[in-house]
């Protein structure tokens, strides 16, 4: 659609902006001693009207996740096929693929979570260097076609065009959108050096790698297939060995089925974090109904503190810190200090090196401001193991977070969520080997060594299952509920309620694949979308909210999202007007 011109012109003007506004968002992870290990928590936390800003994020982030699983059962379907007709099968209809993938699907999701699956990223990396290298040398061998014009694809309506160029410009901005999730890379990443300076030099080198890639493959496959190139690219080089292009096919289809997962089980956690949210509250309210509260199951501390309280579980429910929460905020109107009474707090402790808890008033002795004591008097979080934790007060609302010592000895917060809403005994906890340290421990060095070398008050490790990855990092879409573990942590749903929510989930893509099976279309819809909301306006206005630039650097800020802005609304109607056009002639089950 774009031609020899605007085509390589726009690729490389979307990597110039993603680089830049990806390193603004990096700038921002850490303010003021504040660790923001979530997109949303760091806009929650930013921005003047933090709490609707989450929300709209999170809205962006859900409706990324749902599009992408959508696209990728597209497209995965699509390789089947292609495999299908290349060997010759009678099985080769599209809807009959999508089923097929939608069923493959529908038993990876039964995998409890990515934590215990990580092979799935894996399989996925792996797939997908080896079909956009077979993609890469194909164009390379085939391209003294010499294809292609300047003007892109020719022979339709002026107004059939100018739609299919805002649609191609969607997918150009879905190839870089990937700033969702780069607050939670950085939060992975060991620190000293500054996480801020590790991330800038892997922005540096990623997205100029990938931008080299696609505009490679671009080139290369354009001059090879011409205004002629299929959706699958690879579908065009019929001259190449068959063998190749049905191991490409393949490759590309075990992508689809691993990436699938990475992109739905956030989905998951956030459905199921409700459920488990309701199923706590409820069981915990049948024991303050006894005069009991039940203890916890292998190492969970006994919830004390909600009988001492005296609230309601729906009392304590409504302090959740998702940004969907009705958390009360300066001007709220709502006592902040009855908020607080309310919430459920989770048993943390300070400990020795020795690890042997430290009473309420120690812990004071040794330097703990009156918050972090009243947590301590609490008692044990979660595990055997005890959390630095201190009670988090402003735009994220009454929480826990953890705490550390940085290189130069300052407290630094975490704002990784620590559950206080623990499961009692029944649940189903698999826990399993820790594979990478927790964030306390890659913060401040390699694991008890370096905690023994620091103020008692700082020495325990964190509890394992809240505080940062193990595996992989951690996607919180903002509308889970934070006050309960997430599936990453071990603590699931019985496997029936799991198996009900998941398949549901499934069925609805799957049918939804079947009922449009564009992937252009839908590809330019997830960029044109999620775009510039994610990738360009958070992370500009949350740094020009914390470094306040003035002169050139203002007036490039506000041209470069104003342009971004107008080009992601031009490709959502692109988008939209081709999926409308590509229906007028689509046939189902065909």
């Given amino acids: 659609m774009l031609g020899w011109v605007a085509g390589p012109l726009l690729l ?26 979530r997109y949303h928590h760091a806009v929650r936390s930013l921005l003047v009207r933090g709490r609707t800003g989450s929300i709209w994020a999170s809205v962006f982030q859900i409706t990324n996740l749902v599009l992408l699983c959508l696209a990728y059962t597209i497209t995965g379907a699509d390789a089947m096929r292609s495999t299908a007709l290349l060997v010759g099968s009678g099985f080769n209809k599209l809807w009959q693929m999508t089923v097929v993938f939608g069923g ?33 040398v194909l164009g ?49 990443l060991k620190q000293p050096p500054p996480a801020v300076k590790s991330m800038r030099g892997a922005i ?63 989905i998951y956690d956030t459905i199921e974090s409700h459920v488990k949210a309701w199923r706590i509250r409820r069981e915990q309210q049948a024991a303050l109904e006894l005069g009991t509260v039940p203890a916890g199951a292998a190492g969970i501390a006994p919830l004390g503190t909600a009988a001492g309280h005296g609230k309601t579980a729906g009392h304590r429910a409504s302090m959740q810190p998702s940004p969907f929460s009705a958390i009360a905020e300066e001007g ?20 020795h090196p020795s690890g042997s808890p ?10 703990l401001d009156e918050k972090a004591a009243a947590v301590a008097e609490a008692g044990f979080i979660g595990t055997s193991l005890s959390a630095n934790a201190a009670l988090e007060d402003g735009p994220l609302g009454s ?35 820790r594979r990478w340290a927790s964030h306390s421990e890659r913060s401040s060095g390699s694991g008890g060594a370096a905690a023994r070398d620091l103020p008692p008050v700082l020495a325990a490790k964190s509890m394992a299952a809240a505080l940062g990855s193990r595996a992989m990092y951690l996607v919180d879409t903002g509308a889970a509920n934070e ?39 839908v590809v330019g819809l997830v960029g044109s979308l999620c775009f510039w909301p994610l990738s360009i306006a958070f992370p500009s206005m949350m740094w020009y909210k914390v470094y306040r630039p003035a002169g050139w650097t203002l007036r490039t800020l506000a041209a470069v999202n104003a342009f971004m802005l107008l080009v992601c609304l031009g490709a959502v109607v692109g988008s939209v007007q081709s999926l409308i056009n590509q229906w007028s002639t689509f046939q189902f089950f065909a």
């Fill in 104 to 136: 493959i699907e529908l038993v990876l999701s039964q995998l409890p979570n990515l934590e215990e699956v990580w092979w799935v990223s894996a399989l996925g990396t792996a797939t997908s260097l080896l079909y956009c290298t077979i993609a890469l």
């Fill in 204 to 266: 540096n080198i990623g997205v100029t790698v990938a931008f080299c890639f696609y505009l490679s493959v671009s080139v290369t496959g354009y001059s090879a297939l011409g205004d002629s190139v299929p959706t699958l690219v690879l579908s065009g080089y019929t001259e190449a060995p068959e063998w190749v292009n049905v191991i490409a096919f393949l490759a590309i289809a075990a992508h689809m089925c691993s990436a699938y997962q990475v992109f739905a089980q956030p």
């Fill in 358 to 367: 430290m009473s309420g008033a120690a812990a004071q002795a040794d330097g």
């Fill in 483 to 521: 006050h309960v573990p997430l599936n990453e942590t071990g603590y699931l749903l019985p496997l029936w309620q799991r198996l009900v929510l998941r398949s549901a989930f499934v069925a609805l893509i799957t049918f939804l694949a079947i009922c449009m099976p564009f992937f252009n279309v």
């Fill in 399 to 433: 929480r826990l977070m953890s705490l550390r010592l940085s290189e130069g000895g300052l407290a630094m917060r975490n704002s990784c969520p620590i559950p206080d809403l623990v499961p009692p005994s029944g649940w189903d906890h698999r826990p399993f080997e």
């Fill in 140 to 188: 390379c061998i085939y391209a003294n076609a010499n294809q292609g014009s300047v003007g892109g694809i020719g022979g339709l309506s002026p107004a059939n065009k100018a739609f299919g160029v805002l649609n191609a410009l969607g997918s150009v901005g879905f190839a870089y959108g990937f700033s969702p999730v780069l607050l939670e890379i950085q939060d992975t």
């Fill in 12 to 37: 490389t003007l979307f990597f110039l902006v993603a680089r830049w506004t990806s390193i603004l968002l990096s700038e921002v992870y850490c303010v003021d001693g504040l660790e923001h290990s």
């Fill in 332 to 351: 709220s109107g709502v006592d902040v200090a009855e908020a607080k009474e309310g919430l459920d707090v989770p048993a943390a402790v300070a400990a």
